[in-house]
């Protein structure tokens, strides 16, 4: 069965893990080995309950790392040596 994108509604979703990158609060993160659906067109990722779960534990965690201010951009590879 063949799922289209609900973002864009032309891309015919792939499952797959791969990794992917999340933009959030203008900082970016790697997530590594994602499972989910990827639209090949929009680059959307529709994930499932558990990995949705587990990514956004991996987000807080990153934004718990945040200092509170004076913020820098954290590469990565630095967020990967501190997790
Ligand atoms: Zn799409």
Do not use: H, M, Q, Y
């Given at each position: 069965m063949v799922k289209n994108c609900p973002?864009?509604?032309?891309?015919?979703?792939?499952?797959d893990t791969r990794p992917i990158t999340f933009a959030r609060q203008g900082e970016t993160m790697l997530l590594e080995e994602v499972h989910g659906d990827f639209c090949p067109c929009c680059g959307e990722v529709i994930l499932g309950m558990?990995?949705?779960?587990?990514?956004?534990?991996?987000?807080?965690?990153?934004?718990?790392?945040?200092?509170?201010?004076?913020a820098?951009?954290?590469?990565?590879e630095e967020f990967q040596r501190h997790s």
């Open positions: 973002t864009c509604g032309e891309g015919e979703l792939a499952s558990l990995e949705a779960e587990r990514v956004s534990r991996r987000i807080l965690g990153f934004n718990a790392l945040k200092p509170t201010s004076g820098k951009a954290r590469s990565p």
